[in-house]
T-cell receptor, first 113, second 115 residues
Framework: AQSVTQLGSHVSVSEGALVLLRCNYS??????LFWYVQYPNQGLQLLLK??????LVKGINGFEAEFKKSETSFHLTKPSAHMSDAAEYFC???????????FGKGTTLSVSS | DAMVIQNPRYQVTQFGKPVTLSCSQT?????MYWYQQKSSQAPKLLFH???????NEADTPDNFQSRRPNTSFCFLDIRSPGLGDAAMYLC??????????????FGPGTRLTVL
């Protein structure tokens, strides 16, 4: 069965610093992986997704993620954090049927000035 | 703009009093999902419709039901809400491409409070 593990429930960075949010996956088939962002009291917004076309995936708001099969990882990065990046970030993997998303527990990103 | 709309954004109900949450979409997507998200937790899939086909997750309590009268609308009915059902309920849609590449588009959610 597919699963994702997000390392670190809370990450704090300074404005302008590198953002690194970690996600490791477990899948018996080639995975399809997603990163979503959730702002307080709002729904989830897709940041980016990996569907095997390219290992480095660029998303919205300057975020990108690299799929590393050897490390079973799909970490999310942004070179320079902005205050508006403060939110909850969820990594997810598509289930084998391709219908449901299985989410990690989420990582709260705090950005200080 | 095409979107996923949830009404109401905030719902308060009493213990045991049936409540219905609404979701509509202008994306003309085949698939509609309902997720439950408790405080500081990941969203958990309750069920989804692929067109008119209903798919219930194995661990979704019988207390939760859903209806999809047409492509645009989907409802979540909680027959007898308990205190443990207080959560954010998220509706999502996707085009319905098989194989795992489907992107799900989420509504803003309805926060349910049970008194």
């Amino acid at each position: 069965a597919q699963s994702v593990t997000q390392l670190g429930s809370h990450v704090s960075v300074s404005e302008g610093a590198l953002v690194l949010l970690r996600c490791n996956y477990s899948s018996s088939v080639p995975p399809y992986l997603f990163w979503y962002v959730q702002y307080p009291n709002q729904g989830l917004q897709l940041l980016l997704k990996y569907t095997s076309a390219a290992t480095l995936v660029k998303g919205i708001n300057g975020f990108e993620a690299e799929f590393k099969k050897s490390e079973t990882s799909f970490h999310l990065t942004k070179p320079s954090a902005h205050m508006s990046d403060a939110a909850e970030y969820f990594c997810a993997v598509s289930d084998q049927a391709g219908t449901a998303l299985i989410f990690g527990k989420g990582t709260t990103l705090s950005v200080s000035s | 703009d095409a979107m996923v709309i949830q009404n109401p954004r905030y719902q308060v109900t009493q213990f045991g009093k049936p409540v219905t949450l609404s979701c509509s979409q202008t994306l003309n997507h085949n698939v509609m999902y309902w997720y439950q998200q408790k405080s500081s937790q990941a969203p958990k899939l309750l069920f989804h419709y692929y067109d008119k086909d209903f798919n219930n997750e194995a661990d979704t309590p019988d207390n939760f039901q859903s209806r999809r009268p047409n492509t645009s609308f989907c409802f979540l009915d909680i027959r007898s809400p308990g205190l443990g059902d207080a959560a954010m309920y998220l509706c999502a849609t996707s085009p319905g491409r098989r194989g795992g590449t489907d992107t799900q588009y989420f509504g803003p959610g309805t926060r349910l409070t049970v008194l």
